[in-house]
């Protein structure tokens, strides 16, 4: 079995400033991919980055890093120099052991979200 | 190049009635998958069709069905609504492969009254 935690329910950032929004995961897998999504309030997804848990480098995507710790399970989002247009809600999400054939296939497990919020 | 389409967008339902919501994905996505989000459960996945085949199913009851057209279109049905079953439906599509991300639609809004 899988779990994603978000343990922080909200958040706030300064315009321009960088944030972090934390993630850990559990799994058994020893392959597997981590993900994180934004939830504006129009409710589409929009997929931001992108971590296999072979990667030897952390993922990064134009103002977003992955800060992905093997050791300690962790998978961070940083976002630098965060928008107005940045205010949303922020999934982490990840997809089991593709590589080993296993029934994960497209499966996503969430976090719970992290709601971040942008001030000018 | 066309996103995920979701129809409809909005639906108000009666306890006890039957539900049917639409996703058209991604041209080339052979992947569909869907997801229930509501306030208390967060995002829960349904199940996942590809080729027309179901290949994995979440927790849900069995009045959670679904099922994938050649064209990789898909659909779920919810039968005999209850009140709890109001939530956000997210369809979401993907490429095969390990690395592939998953598109998702805005999404159907389903309140049962």
């Known amino acids: 079995a899988q779990k994603i935690t978000q343990t922080q329910p909200g958040m706030f950032v300064q315009e321009k400033e960088a944030v972090t929004l934390d993630c850990t995961y559990d799994?058994?897998?020893?392959?597997?991919?981590l993900f994180w999504y934004k939830q504006p309030s129009s409710g589409e997804m929009i997929f931001l980055i992108y971590?296999?848990?072979?990667?030897?480098q952390n993922a990064t995507e134009g103002r977003y890093s992955l800060n992905f710790q093997k050791a300690r399970k962790s998978a961070n989002l940083v976002i630098s120099a965060s928008q107005l247009g940045d205010s949303a809600m922020y999934f982490c999400?990840?997809?089991?052991?593709?590589?080993?054939?296993?029934?994960?296939?497209?499966?996503?497990?969430f976090g719970q979200g992290t709601i971040l919020t942008v001030h000018p | 190049k066309a996103g995920v389409t979701q129809t409809p967008r909005y639906l108000i339902k009666t306890r006890g009635q039957q539900v049917t919501l639409s996703c058209s994905p991604i041209?080339?996505?052979?992947?569909v998958s869907w997801y229930q989000q509501t306030p208390g459960q967060g995002l829960q996945f349904l199940f996942e069709?590809?080729?027309?085949?179901?290949?994995n199913k979440g927790n849900f009851p069995g009045r959670f069905s679904g099922r994938q057209f050649s064209n990789s279109r898909s659909e779920m049905n919810v039968s005999t609504l209850e009140l709890g079953d109001s939530a956000l439906y997210l369809c979401?599509?993907?490429?095969?492969?390990?690395?592939?991300?998953?598109?998702f639609g805005q999404g159907t809004r389903l309140t049962v009254v």
């Open positions: 979401a599509s993907r490429k095969t492969g390990v690395n592939t991300e998953a598109f």
């Open positions: 069709y590809f080729s027309e085949t179901q290949r």
């Open positions: 041209s080339g996505h052979r992947s």
């Open positions: 971590q296999g848990s072979y990667d030897e």
């Open positions: 799994t058994s897998d020893q392959s597997y991919g």
């Open positions: 999400a990840m997809r089991g052991d593709f590589n080993a054939g296993g029934t994960s296939y497209g499966k996503l497990t």
